[in-house]
């Protein structure tokens, strides 16, 4: 079946570190694919997406490149601030809107 | 306001009693979605639903009920609730040509 995997963390970085979340997926054939940001006592929201392989998603500093080779979708950001303390979730769907799968979620916690 | 809307926040129920989880959404979306998420798991897929008087099982649908006789509304019901549904619930509704999920803040339902 369809699935994906990511550090489950907690991650604790200081203020202006590098972040990377690692995130794989297991899917036959290319699924969309997505980082959703929860926030404390919130729904998730879309932080970005990517729809073929090659594609790069980026929202408010983040990053994430669809790797088929790798079947791998990593989140980066260069300098975390206090305020992206959240958990985030990597996440397939196909058919474009459809059966999403979600990873475990990553707790990160960033220290002023 | 446009968007999608869980009531109740918070509920708290006995053994046993039967409690239906709202959510209505403004968009006209196509395909809507519950989740339940639990520490360890991460999100699972309840029950979803491609469209009016259409729906199907997820990954955890033992113990509930859906429906949807409207676009916009897609109610969830725990029969006859037990502790092991104390969980967070979120719903959340997508259409096709966009490709996100829009989640809603989410019903904290404990069950004593």
């Known amino acids: 079946g369809n699935s994906v995997t990511q550090m489950e963390g907690p991650v604790t970085l200081s203020e202006e570190a590098f972040l990377t979340i690692n995130c794989t997926y297991t899917?036959?054939?290319?699924?969309?694919l997505f980082w959703y940001v929860q926030y404390p006592g919130e729904g998730l929201q879309l932080l970005l997406k990517?729809?073929?392989?090659?594609d790069k998603g980026s929202n408010k500093g983040f990053e994430a490149t669809y790797r088929k080779e790798t079947t791998s979708f990593h989140l980066e950001k260069g300098s975390v601030q206090v305020s992206d303390s959240a958990v985030y979730f990597c996440?397939?769907?196909?058919?474009?809107?459809?059966?999403?799968?979600f990873g475990p979620g990553t707790r990160l916690s960033v220290l002023p | 306001d446009a968007g999608i809307t869980q009531s109740p926040r918070y509920k708290i129920t006995e053994t046993g009693r039967q409690v239906t989880l709202m959510c209505h959404q403004t968009?006209?979306?196509?395909?809507m979605f519950w989740y339940r998420q639990d520490l360890g798991h991460g999100l699972r897929l309840i029950y979803y639903?491609?469209?009016?008087?259409?729906?199907d099982k997820g990954e955890v649908p033992d113990g509930y009920v859906v429906s949807r006789s409207k676009t916009e509304n897609f109610p969830l019901t725990l029969e006859s609730a037990t502790r092991s549904q104390t969980s967070v619930y979120f719903c959340?509704?997508?259409?096709?040509?966009?490709?996100?999920?829009?989640f809603g803040q989410g019903t904290r339902l404990t069950v004593v």
């Open positions: 639903s491609a469209a009016a008087d259409i729906t």
């Open positions: 899917a036959t054939g290319y699924p969309s």
């Open positions: 990517a729809t073929k392989a090659d």
């Open positions: 996440a397939l769907s196909f058919n474009y809107g459809q059966n999403f799968v």
């Open positions: 968009w006209s979306h196509s395909y």
């Open positions: 959340a509704s997508s259409a096709l040509t966009e490709g996100e999920a829009f």
